[in-house]
Nanobody, 115 residues
Framework: QVQLVESGGGLVQAGGSLRLSCAAS????????MGWYRQAPGKQRELVAR???????NYADSVKGRFTISRDNAKNTMYLQMNSLKPEDTGLYLC?????????WGQGTQVTVSS
């Protein structure tokens, strides 16, 4: 069983920055991939960024150039550095991990960007 715990969310003004963290139980080097998803009110959950076991990354078009996903295997933690935040980035940010063909989810951390 994999447990994921997010932190780092909060209220920030447009143009500001936040760094989200996702701490995992067990070794994240064994995960096929990890990712950050965003759930905004009234909208479908969407992939924000993903990083594979080989550290290959991909991003949603809306965040390219502003967000950076990374991982620290020694700390079993994944990060999402978010810069130049916009009001449309507001939402519940959830950490996900794929391990042995199963997807695991955290509870999420709220990000609110005020204009």
């Amino acid at each position: 069983q994999v447990q994921l715990v997010e932190s780092g969310g909060g209220l920030v003004q447009a143009g500001g920055s936040l760094r989200l963290s996702c701490a995992a139980s067990g070794s994240i080097s064994n995960f096929n991939y990890m990712g950050w998803y965003r759930q905004a009110p009234g909208k479908q959950r969407e992939l924000v960024a993903r990083i594979t076991w080989s550290s290959s990354t991909n991003y949603a078009d809306s965040v390219k150039g502003r967000f950076t996903i990374s991982r620290d295997n020694a700390k079993n933690t994944m990060y999402l550095q978010m810069n130049s935040l916009k009001p449309e980035d507001t939402g519940l940010y959830l950490c996900a991990a794929n391990y042995v063909l199963t997807n695991y989810w955290g509870q999420g951390t709220q990000v609110t960007v005020s204009s």
